[in-house]
């Protein structure tokens, strides 16, 4: 039994989405005539309350499209020290919109309004203009953590005031909807663009999708194409998408659960120094000093556990759709035993 705990994105299609994808009615979608493309668009734009959907093929790609559409080169976004679009997109932000991050130190991925208001630059020619607030919920570096929403809608005022732009990176936003109970139409009502990812917690195998106000995704689709984004007949990956917003959100409440037992085991072992505080699918553990990183990973592997290692004896585990029961218990087990 491997068990692969390394990310959400490792699961596979199961039976029921790859006979979805393979009966999935397609066309070209560069000529904007797959229908089930335009499906998935149309049914993610009205979930979030926005006009407008494009499907993308990673969240990389939506995210620095996003970036594109709402910067101009030598300006400048708002983003925490931990965000995805400064630390694990390849430096895509400069390469792309030629713009800079101002990056907040933040707790655990997340910012309050007070530290948005103090980043923003002066209006003065020697500064880069700031044009952009990034949030990223879930956080994935901050170990799955859920922002407050209050906090959310005075960043918003804070945008509002000041004329910049309001930008979710949602990869992994079903997690949250599901932890704190909310709604796609209260992120809708708040952020001028969300990219959500289906590939992480909902089991797709490719796909992601960006929703936005009108006038922002106006060129939504010709940034994509510049960046290699445009597809032809894409609609057996979107019927994929389709049947994950049917059958896959919901239970994501099961591998919250996972991680929290985890995580719960973890605090009680000697060579764990801490456990971050668990709320969706991402368990962030750090190693006692004296313990060796690389070998803990090794026992774990000698025994087909597949984790992550973060560097500096912390640890990641991501609970997901291919964890099945048997391989929780398995995993449990072998923790007690350390």
């Known amino acids: 039994m491997i068990i692969d705990l390394r990310s959400d994105t490792v699961t596979k299609p199961t039976k029921g989405m790859l006979d979805a994808m393979m009966s999935a009615e397609v066309g070209d979608d560069v000529f904007k005539e797959d229908p089930t493309v335009n499906a998935l668009e149309e049914r993610l734009a009205e979930m979030f309350g926005k006009p407008r959907a494009l499907f ?18 030598g ?41 948005v208001k103090e980043a923003i630059n002066p209006d003065a020619f020697y500064y880069s203009q700031t044009t952009l607030v990034e949030v990223e919920n879930t956080t994935n570096k901050g170990g799955g953590a859920c922002w407050d929403f209050e906090e959310l809608k005075k960043i918003k005022t804070i945008c509002d005031d000041n004329n910049l732009g309001y930008h979710l990176d949602g990869a992994r936003l079903w997690n949250a909807l599901v932890a704190k109970n909310e709604s796609a139409k209260q992120y809708g009502d708040l952020f001028d663009t969300i990219s959500v990812c289906l590939s992480k917690g909902l089991g797709c195998p490719i796909g992601s999708v960006l929703i936005g106000d009108d006038a922002i995704m106006q060129n939504a689709i010709r940034v994509r194409k510049i960046l290699g984004g445009n597809m032809r007949q894409i609609g057996y990956v979107a019927a994929a998408g389709i049947y994950a917003l049917d059958h896959n959100i919901n239970r ?22 801490k456990v971050e505080l668990i709320e969706t699918n991402i368990v962030i553990f750090e190693l006692e000093s004296h313990v060796d990183e690389a070998e803990f990973l090794q026992q774990l592997s000698d025994k087909d556990i597949h984790i992550i290692g973060m560097g500096s004896n912390k640890l990641r585990m991501v609970t997901h759709l291919d964890y099945t029961d048997a391989m929780h218990r398995r995993l449990l087990d072998v923790l007690n035993d350390f």
Request: proline share 2%; aromatic share 8%.
């Open 75 to 115: 300006e400048q976004v708002i983003c925490d020290k931990y965000a995805h679009i400064y630390n694990y997109e390849a430096g895509g932000a400069s390469f792309n919109s030629g713009i800079s991050c101002h990056l907040i130190d933040g707790k655990r991925g997340m910012f309050t309004a007070s530290q």
């Open 252 to 273: 994501l409440a099961e591998d919250h659960k996972k991680a929290k037992e985890i995580g719960a085991v973890l605090a009680d072992l000697s060579i764990i120094s």
């Open 56 to 73: 993308f093929p990673s969240g990389s790609m939506a995210n620095q499209t996003a970036l594109k559409l709402h910067t101009n080169p």
